[in-house]
């Protein structure tokens, strides 16, 4: 995030409890832990679901346009999805790919 922000890049944080309950905490408590245990800098927001009839309409719009492995549901927390300065999706990562990995998508989509 640091390494891109001035070239126009934000991350939006999105924490969800649908995966095996990873964030059961309040607002509060799950972003001093994003800030302690991966020393998250960018804006977090409140709690929401991506899944199902209640998914936001954020990530119902998301998954509609960058569909995943297996189809368009979030399999589980930290997938991620890229979207240019006009608001169109690009790319659709994992929850398993490393940031590292999208620096040359980054690199394209900013430029």
């Known amino acids: 995030y640091r390494k891109y922000q001035d070239k126009g890049l934000v991350i939006l944080g999105f924490p969800c409890n649908q995966f095996a309950n990873q964030e059961p905490g309040d ?49 589980w927390n930290f997938t991620k999805f890229l979207v240019n300065k006009d608001g169109k999706p690009v790319k659709r990562f994992a929850p398993v790919t490393k940031p590292e990995k999208i620096d040359k998508y980054l690199e394209k989509t900013l430029s």
Not at 49 to 56: D, F, P
């Open 27 to 75: 607002e509060k408590q799950i972003a001093e832990g994003c800030l302690v245990n991966y020393g998250v800098s960018f804006p977090m927001f409140s709690k929401i679901e991506v899944n199902g009839e209640n998914a936001h309409p954020l990530y119902k719009f998301l998954k509609k346009k960058q569909l995943g492995l297996f189809g368009s549901k979030i399999k």
